[in-house]
Nanobody
Framework: VQLQASGGGEVQAGDSLRLTCVASGGTFRSYGWFRQAPGMEREFVAAYMDRGSKIYYTDSVKGRFTVSRDNVKNTLYLQMNSLKPEDTGVYYC??????????????????WGQGTLVTVSS
């Protein structure tokens, strides 16, 4: 299984970016986006569960970020609008079969992409 994330970059506060994660080698119950700021632990951003197309967000990105998935292309997206400096970090896509109560836990995902850096300046 391989996950290839892309789309990061340096932007100004208020700008938008769209991250893409192409998966190959398998399909899973859940696909997630996590981020890690310098010196911080990896934190949950959003998740998409294939069964029922259930979507989950951390509170800080609700209303600004949108996660979606193209099942035909086996690709996960994260549309990020109204970016803030606190959104800065390396964004990782992940795939796995967590139970619903663990969808926001990194431990629920077995497969990880290499990360793409998002830098938001004020």
């Amino acid at each position: 299984v391989q996950l290839q994330a892309s789309g990061g970059g340096e932007v100004q506060a208020g700008d938008s970016l769209r991250l893409t994660c192409v998966a190959s080698g398998g399909t899973f119950r859940s696909y997630g986006w996590f981020r890690q700021a310098p010196g911080m632990e990896r934190e949950f951003v959003a998740a998409y569960m294939d069964r029922g197309s259930k979507i989950y967000y951390t509170d800080s990105v609700k209303g600004r970020f949108t996660v979606s998935r193209d099942n035909v292309k086996n690709t996960l997206y994260l549309q990020m609008n109204s970016l803030k400096p606190e959104d800065t970090g390396v964004y990782y896509c992940a795939a796995g079969n967590p139970i619903v109560s663990s969808v926001s836990a990194p431990e629920g995902y077995r497969h990880w992409g290499q990360g793409t850096l998002v830098t938001v300046s004020s």
